[in-house]
Structures are given as C-alpha cells and as structure tokens.
C-alpha cells in the first residue's frame, strides 16, 4: 500500500485558498458602481460599496462583492443553523456600520444576502472541504479549483470579470488635480533604459499612495486633536448611559446580565459610528479600521465607565425595577462579576493620579489606536498617533504633576491593566453571555467573533 504523499503546510494552505477562491466566483458579470473620494483625504481612493449593506467592499465573497463584516455574518449564519424573526413588517433598512442608529435586523440583512446572490452552497461546500481536512482526508481542493466546485471540465466555472475588480492604478496615475500622467512601459530586456522616463515612472507609479501617506503625516497630531473633541463631555455621556441603563432595565424580566450586554451593544454601536466619523480614522486603511474597532472597544468602554467612576460622575450602583442594583463596577467589567473588585481598584488609582479630562482623552486614543493589533496593514499613522497621545500624557505629568513622580509609568501601566480585564471581560460575553443567549443578533456578538475569527 502506498504512503500518502507527504505536502508542506504552505501548498495546503494555497490549495485551500485555490478552492475558497473558486466557491466565492461572482454569479454574474453585472457591474457594480464605483465612487471614486477625490477629495483632500481620499486623493482619490476607490470606494466600491458592498452590495449588502453599502459598506466599502473587502473582496468576492460567496458570489457577490461585499464587505467583511457581511461575509462573516452571512458564513456564521449558514454554519450554525442560526433562525431570525423581523420583528417589524420584514422591510427593515440594511444600512453600514456607522449608518445605522438601531440594531440591525438580522433577518432582513439574511435576505439581502440571499437576495444579491450569495450562494449558500458555497458555505457548506467550504465548510466540508475543511472538515474532510481536519479529519486527514485527501483532498481534492487542487483539482476543483482548476476544474469548476463540481469537478466538471471548467467550462461552467464562475471567474471574476475582469470589469468588476478593483483597478490598481498601473496604466495612468490620477493626482489630487485630476490631470492623468501615463506610466512607462517596461523596456524590452536588453535594450538601453530610458532613464528619464524610468525615474519619473517610478515616482508616478506609486504616486497616490505616496501622495496620501506623506500629506496624512504632517496632520496627524491635529487630526487627532479634532478626533479628541468630539468626545462628549462628561454631563452628555453620563446622560447618555443613563438613558440607555433606564430603556433596558424597563423592559419586563430582564436580568442583569442581560441589561448589562444590551447596553454595552448600544455603546458599541456609538462608538464605531464616532470612530468612523472622524477625519483621521477614516483616512487610516480600511482593513485598519476594522482591526482597530475590533481589538480596541472593550477597553475603550471599560476604560469610559472606570473614568467617570473616578470622577464621582456616576453613582456605583444603578436601581432596577425588581428592587435589585446593578452595580457599574460590574459594567465596567464587561459582566464578569468577580473582576469588579480590581475594577474599583483601578478607579482608585485614577483618583491617585489625579486625572482630568486631558489625560482622559490620551489614554482613550491610546487604547483604540493600538499599533501593536496583530495584521495591521499600515502601521507607520497609527504608531505615530500613537506616540503623539504619549507624548502629550507625558507632558502633562511632567508639567502640572510634578509632586507625583513616575506619574506616566503608572498610567501607562493602568492601560495595560485595563487592556488585561477587558479581555477577560470579553471571553466571558463570549462564553457565558453568548450561551445564555444573551447576544443574539447583536453588533457586539459580531465585533466578538469577527475578532476571533482574524
């Protein structure tokens, strides 16, 4: 008997991307629009919107251009079976992340789906090529990505149109001005270069994005600063919690758990729409954006509530309906009750440190603009950014907090702190909340999941 033929793990890895490729061929060549941002900030980026929900696209996905948040949605939905009721007249909006002000309902964004053709064989076909592998079956991925998913000759097999993918700027080169400037041809091997064209072609070649890194760069700290200010002030967000805390501790059985992850959903759809709204993270990378969203809003929240906490803006203790109190040191910990103790410890220490407003904001962007999240495409803004909000923290302790020394230490070591419970925060949504079914069609289950799944 033979012995199985020995393949490295990088040929599986391309076969099972050879194969993936070939279940998420388009249905059709229609063609999609494009918007084309030519101003300042977008020196002309191409936007092309997923056919879902009008976000921007991430790639084919299951058949149609759509982006990653509806690729993910759509995969999680056929693999685990999952059913959606509308609890409207089944005609609810399917609007992007950001756009929208309530929770999006799942059933009408399942049927969008299904609606632009998005194919669920395709996820179930995957889904077993994968199991097959796992389970150390010979796989047959190689073949099928060259021969059509139903190992006919080809000749059925879906391929992207060449009209529908995003053009890589090659040929001709757009400026912020409009004016369009032609590439250089390659020389034929051999012959003598044409080093006027070949120096200016390589300039002209990379230009966009040359154009866009060094004009973000010189903006960033004032950027930044903007992005600072639109944080709502103290007296509009412990309003605002209110608001959301009295909305869902009216609603009729509802337990703690179970407030506390309908709040943090709404809080997280809050901050996504803030994040996206600002001039600087817009200009970041699109796969940045959601690699930063991501990683960033656990402790972006947890660090909110213990701030205020702090501050005496909040009281610790919230009454329910049902006589009962919950306590915001435990919403502060994301639900995980037995880390609300640490979580009044670190409110004590930023009573210690004495921190106001300003240091508030720093160690905010400090937590979302993370340069150490794992796959980041453009980390050169992001770290400096980064660096800025640092330095701006360390001036300020320097400055006006002289009698306190090692003052920047200790906040830095705060952030840590913070970043350590909140993901032991969010593996407890994960696990307990999530299995109690407490995060069902929700923004929060999603940011979850899709982090894990990166």
């Not at 009408?108 to 995957?126: D, S, T, Y």
């Not at 610790?316 to 049902?322: T, V």
């Not at 915001?328 to 106001?356: P, Y």
């Not at 050169?380 to 907090?401: F, G, M, V």
């Amino acid at each position: 008997m033979m012995a199985p033929e020995k393949r490295t793990r990088k040929a599986v890895k391309r076969e099972d991307m050879e194969y993936q490729a070939s279940l998420e061929s388009p249905a059709s060549s229609d063609k999609e629009d494009v918007a084309v941002d030519m101003s300042p900030r977008g020196n002309g980026k191409v936007k092309e919107p997923c056919r879902v929900c009008g976000d921007e696209v991430s790639g084919f996905h299951y058949g149609v251009r759509t982006c990653e948040g509806c690729k993910a949605f759509f995969r999680r939905t056929i693999q685990k079976g999952k059913e959606y009721t509308c609890r409207a007249n089944q005609e609810c909006p399917v609007e992007r992340l950001g756009k929208a002000r309530t929770q999006r309902c799942c059933f009408c964004r399942f049927q969008q789906c299904v609606a632009v053709g998005m194919k669920i064989e395709g996820v179930r076909k995957l889904q077993a090529v994968r199991q097959d592998r796992a389970r150390g079956c010979p796989s047959a991925s190689g073949s099928r990505s060259r021969s059509g998913v139903d190992g006919s000759d080809g000749s059925d097999a879906e391929q992207e149109p060449a009209e529908t993918k995003p053009k890589r700027v090659r040929q001709a080169v757009v400026n912020t001005r409009g004016a369009t400037r032609k590439a250089p041809t390659k020389a034929p091997r051999g012959a003598a270069p044409d080093t006027a064209s070949s120096s200016n072609g390589a300039n002209e070649i990379d230009d966009s994005g040359f154009q866009k890194f060094t004009s973000l760069m010189p903006r960033i700290p004032r950027l930044v600063q903007q992005m600072k200010s639109t944080v709502p002030a103290e007296s509009p967000w412990k309003e605002s919690l209110i608001t959301v805390l009295r909305e869902e501790t009216a609603k009729p059985g509802a337990a703690p758990l179970e407030v506390i992850c309908n709040v943090l959903d709404k809080k997280v759809y809050s901050f996504v729409e803030w994040a996206r709204d600002s001039s600087f993270f817009d200009s970041l990378d699109y796969e940045d954006q959601k690699k930063l969203l991501q990683f960033g809003w656990n402790s972006f929240l947890m660090f909110d509530i213990i701030y205020h906490l702090s501050a005496s803006e909040i009281s610790d203790h919230f009454e329910l309906p049902n006589s009962g109190k919950l306590r915001m040191t435990e919403l502060a910990a994301l639900g995980l009750s037995s880390n609300s103790a640490a979580i009044q410890e670190v409110v004590e220490s930023v009573r210690k440190l004495n921190m106001n407003r300003g240091d508030y904001l720093n160690v905010k962007m400090i937590l979302l603009l993370n340069p150490f999240v794992p796959g980041l495409v453009k980390m050169r803004p992001i770290r400096y950014a980064y660096e800025k909000c640092q330095e701006d923290l360390k001036a300020e302790s320097t400055t006006n907090h002289a009698d306190l020394p090692g003052r920047f230490a200790n906040v830095m070591k705060l952030v840590t702190e913070v970043r350590k419970f909140a993901d032991e925060g969010e593996h407890f949504l994960y696990t307990r909340a999530r299995q109690d079914g407490y995060l069902d069609d929700t923004l929060l289950l999603e940011m979850i999941e899709m982090k894990r799944e990166s």
